[in-house]
């Protein structure tokens, strides 16, 4: 009765800490602080986050640390993913171990933890493990548009999988309507060309390239440019499914700056961006896509830098520090 109790309270102090985390971010790391004291592996998590921000404390990389291994001893999936990062960056104190750094991750890949499962992709596709890379983009896929454009790029060149053109048709597509900047890219191409059984489509095309060059992207533009100086006076309709676009080099792997469901990843994707996505789609009659079904909105506050280190080609990651509250 007595650990039950203390259970209890402990999600308790935790949820007012959610509460106030707003208005008084510091009243809220008190509670947080409360509830970690009572074994709550979501508070200890809190901690970190909040040590890592500077949000409610000082910020300090090696409480954050301390609090991050409290909470992955309990098993807590972010938690293992934001310690495995901690020390693949040799972070709050702690010295550089890739392997003790993959196994974390690894480990908070199993609990279908969507940041680990890209990272490892990510991961393995450089190291040259590619059907393993494939394995960990799949599972990502159910839930991340990330998971979704790497995998489609997976099926457009063959990494880990048979080439199949119009399943990364289809996953591009999905991302893409969910305002995947990189996903939005490539369909764009595959309008372009009558790819992955799509019937060709100049203007729907041109569309979408428009879209991606007003978020910044810059091979767009050039495309936009040579595609709008060729445009067919009537668009040829193609269905063909045999050309396919460019193989991408090992380095060009990317981290997107989608917006995946259960946490924002790099910078907010702008919702004016996203309902010109949505008006996009809506005017194509043959666009093919599914919405990723929505998850519960438990993450609160997310933020993570993602990019490539040129010398070591390996991805570099911080952690996502992720605010939760109780399932």
Known sequence: MKDASKKYVGHTQNIIGLQLLEEDPSHAFLHFEKAGKLGCSKANFNLGVCFETGNGIKRDLEKAAHYYKLAASEGHGLALYNLGIYYLEGMGGL?????????????????????????????????????????????????????????????ENGWGTNIDNHQAAKLFSSAAASGHLEAIFSIASYYEKGLGGIEQDIDFAISLYKLAVNAGHKEAEYCLEKLKSSKLSKPTKVKSCDIKRENYECHNIHVSSSSPELSRIGSPVESNFLMDVADCFKDNSQAFWKKVPRKSNFWIDSEVNCGFDAEKELPHWTSTPTLLSVI
């Open 95 to 155: 010295e550089k171990d890739e392997n003790t750094a993959i196994e974390l991750i690894e480990k908070a890949a199993e609990q279908n933890i969507v940041e680990a499962q890209v990272f490892l992709g990510i991961h393995y596709f450089q190291c040259n493990k590619r059907c393993k890379a494939f394995k960990y983009f799949e599972k990502a896929a159910k839930t991340s548009t990330d998971g979704q454009y790497y995998l489609g790029l997976c099926f």
